[in-house]
């Protein structure tokens, strides 16, 4: 009667994690970590291709720098120093004309790119440029019209999207540490999981733009299609409204066809960038050559698989 009851306890000391063989829940995992893997994706599709809600479309609409922001972080700093140069304010090279009437109009953050204009010209320092940082008060305007993503947004949309990848990392994770005290081999399962980074890695990223915003930038960088610098726009034809709104919705590159010298300059956050395209023959000082921009933004799921041929039970956390 010993030997039976010694014989019974050596079985369920030696047995399988959870009654399941290891070969039997990697094939298992594999196929929930497929699951997961699509249903992550579909779930982030469906969040981040949502029909924008008509009310963002349809309120006042967005000014120069709101747009610009749109397009990029630091766009309102171009579109800020375009304004200075069109009012008369500054010189092609960024130094100071005139100062600024109330009949100009600025707002906050071109004051304020004026100031920091004139300190640096007065004190240029290498280290920091010295429009960089005026931009906050308008990403804050962006996020208030729901055209960009708050970190809040971001935390609660991964939350919506990515929990079928957790619940079945989670599911993993705690069958390693069993079968670890188990004294089963886990390697397999270790690394079946450790795959699964991949996807959560392109499952994670997120846009700058909500649906909204996308389709507001959308929307005026079609209205203003003939600004664009392949076709080569006579700004100065177009009017003061043509130059401010080209900076905004495609950089510095159309400011070439208005002011190459301006365009240039070291005062501007782009002016490397334009200098470079300009040695590079994109552009030719009497405005006879083209350029071109283009952006794009594109997001693809993956999917990553863990298999092998044969399981004899090493390494599957059983």
């Not at 010694?6 to 929930?32: E, H, K, Y």
């Not at 304020?112 to 931009?135: F, I, K, T, W």
């Not at 080209?246 to 010298?261: E, K, N, R």
């Not at 552009?283 to 006879?288: A, G, L, Q, V």
């Amino acid at each position: 009667m010993t030997k039976d009851n010694d014989l019974d306890v050596s079985l369920l000391a030696n047995g399988d994690t959870w009654s399941i063989s290891g070969p039997t829940f990697l094939r298992l995992f594999l196929f929930l970590s497929a699951v997961a893997i699509v249903a992550t994706f579909v779930l982030r599709y469906r969040y981040l291709h949502a029909e924008p809600d008509e009310e963002l479309l349809s309120k006042t609409p967005p000014t120069a720098m709101q747009l610009a922001f749109l397009r990029d972080a630091s766009g309102p700093t171009l579109v800020a120093m375009t304004t200075l140069h069109r009012l008369g304010i500054i010189d092609s090279r960024g130094f100071t004309l005139r100062m600024p009437t109330a009949a100009d109009q600025l707002d906050d953050v071109t004051r304020r790119a004026l100031s920091a204009v004139q300190a640096y010209r007065a004190d240029p320092r290498p280290s920091q440029h010295p429009l960089n940082g005026l931009n906050s008060s308008i990403g804050d305007e962006v996020r208030a019209r729901r055209w960009m993503y708050t970190e809040a947004d971001i935390w609660r949309a991964r939350l919506n999207f990515l929990w079928p990848l957790a619940a079945v990392a989670t599911l993993g994770a705690i069958r390693i540490f069993a079968g670890i005290s188990n004294g089963k081999p886990v390697s397999l399962l270790l690394l079946c999981l450790a795959l699964l980074l991949i996807p959560l890695f392109f499952a994670i990223s997120m846009p700058r733009l909500t649906p909204a915003g996308q389709r507001v930038l959308a929307h005026h960088q079609q209205l203003y299609s003939y600004l664009q610098p392949q076709n080569r726009p006579s700004l100065r034809t177009y009017g003061p409204e043509a130059v401010t709104f080209s900076a905004a919705l495609f950089g510095a590159g159309t400011l070439m066809f208005y002011d190459p010298t301006f365009a240039t300059a070291d005062i501007l956050s782009a002016g490397e960038a334009a200098r470079a395209a300009a040695r590079s023959g994109q552009y030719t000082s009497n405005n006879s050559g083209g350029c071109g921009s283009s952006s794009s933004c594109s997001s693809s799921s993956g999917s990553s698989s863990c298999g092998g041929g044969g399981c004899g039970g090493g390494g599957c956390g059983g």
